[in-house]
């Protein structure tokens, strides 16, 4: 074939496939905006989302934040800066590493779970069966899991801030010799408001995209087993690169002065 026609095909299969995803959001928002709400749906998608979801994200903003802190004072020891080693833990957690390394554990773990039990539900025509009893499917599967991922992708990423500050502090002051009050001084007066509330809206776009990639991909599978595997798959895949891609742009608007 010619190579700009095949160019060509994938440009527009791209285009196709950003129609599709994009009439499937619209889908997804309208109907979840308007009464009624299943309420009980958000807090069970909250449930699995959220606190099932802790252990994943504490342990990895611990280490993350004690490795930080090593780091950080092995090259700022080649210029005498170990002083900032404090400053640097807390501002690095809550702006960068915390969104985004909770976003990317929770992308893996979540949505590869709904992309599997809405790809299971679309091969064994549940999906179908709940259009039959008049039930919007968006509304009831969709909606519920935006929603919750939204609330919940914020208070996970709190939780990540803290740890990975403690996790910063508590190497800082056993292993490398910091006084646990200065350490502890350095961070609050050298954090902002403006730094944890940035990885908050951050947080809530990576729980928007994590939920939509998962069930964009789990409700349009198709070919059975197999099918439902790819869907999982492309799921965890697209979550996070678009999870680095959206930081990268709310980072350049949030810190454009």
Request: charged letters at 10%; proline letters at 4%.
């Given at each position: 074939?010619?190579?700009?026609?095949?160019?060509?095909?994938?440009?527009?299969?791209?285009?196709?496939?950003?129609?599709?995803?994009?009439?499937f959001t619209k889908n997804a928002l309208f109907p979840g905006l308007v009464p009624?709400?299943?309420?009980?749906?958000?807090?069970?998608?909250?449930?699995?989302?959220?606190?099932?979801?802790?252990?994943?994200?504490?342990?990895?903003?611990?280490?993350?934040?004690?490795?930080?802190?090593?780091?950080?004072?092995?090259?700022?020891?080649?210029?005498?800066?170990?002083?900032?080693?404090?400053?640097?833990?807390?501002?690095?957690?809550?702006?960068?590493?915390?969104?985004?390394?909770?976003?990317?554990?929770?992308?893996?773990?979540?949505?590869?779970?709904?992309?599997?039990?809405?790809?299971?539900?679309?091969?064994?025509?549940?999906?179908?069966?709940?259009?039959?009893?008049?039930?919007?499917?968006?509304?009831?599967?969709?909606?519920?899991?935006?929603?919750?991922?939204?609330?919940?992708?914020?208070?996970?990423?709190?939780?990540?801030?803290?740890?990975?500050?403690m996790g910063g502090y508590i190497v800082g002051t056993r292993s490398l010799g910091?006084?646990?009050?200065?350490?502890?001084?350095?961070?609050?007066?050298?954090?902002?408001?403006?730094?944890?509330?940035?990885?908050?809206?951050?947080?809530a776009v990576f729980g928007f995209i994590i939920a939509l990639m998962g069930c964009?991909?789990?409700?349009?599978?198709?070919?059975?087993?197999?099918?439902?595997?790819?869907?999982?798959?492309?799921?965890?895949?697209?979550?996070?690169?678009?999870?680095?891609?959206?930081?990268?742009?709310?980072?350049?608007?949030?810190?454009?002065?």
């Amino acid at each position: 074939m010619n190579p700009l026609a095949q160019i060509g095909m994938v440009v527009r299969a791209l285009f196709e496939e950003v129609g599709k995803l994009t009439v499937f959001t619209k889908n997804a928002l309208f109907p979840g905006l308007v009464p009624p709400t299943y309420v009980r749906q958000i807090l069970q998608q909250m449930l699995r989302i959220g606190y099932n979801s802790l252990p994943v994200v504490g342990l990895t903003a611990f280490f993350t934040g004690g490795v930080l802190a090593l780091q950080i004072y092995i090259g700022g020891s080649r210029y005498n800066a170990e002083s900032l080693v404090a400053s640097i833990v807390a501002l690095g957690i809550t702006r960068e590493l915390g969104p985004v390394l909770a976003g990317l554990m929770v992308a893996g773990r979540v949505s590869a779970a709904i992309a599997a039990e809405l790809g299971t539900m679309r091969v064994t025509e549940q999906i179908d069966a709940l259009i039959t009893l008049s039930t919007n499917p968006y509304k009831y599967l969709v909606a519920p899991r935006l929603i919750a991922a939204v609330l919940t992708l914020p208070l996970l990423v709190m939780i990540a801030d803290t740890i990975g500050i403690m996790g910063g502090y508590i190497v800082g002051t056993r292993s490398l010799g910091f006084n646990s009050g200065v350490y502890i001084k350095n961070t609050v007066d050298f954090l902002e408001f403006g730094d944890v509330f940035s990885g908050l809206v951050k947080s809530a776009v990576f729980g928007f995209i994590i939920a939509l990639m998962g069930c964009y991909h789990g409700f349009n599978s198709r070919g059975g087993a197999q099918g439902v595997g790819r869907a999982t798959t492309n799921a965890v895949v697209s979550a996070s690169i678009l999870i680095l891609a959206a930081n990268y742009v709310l980072t350049s608007l949030l810190f454009t002065e």
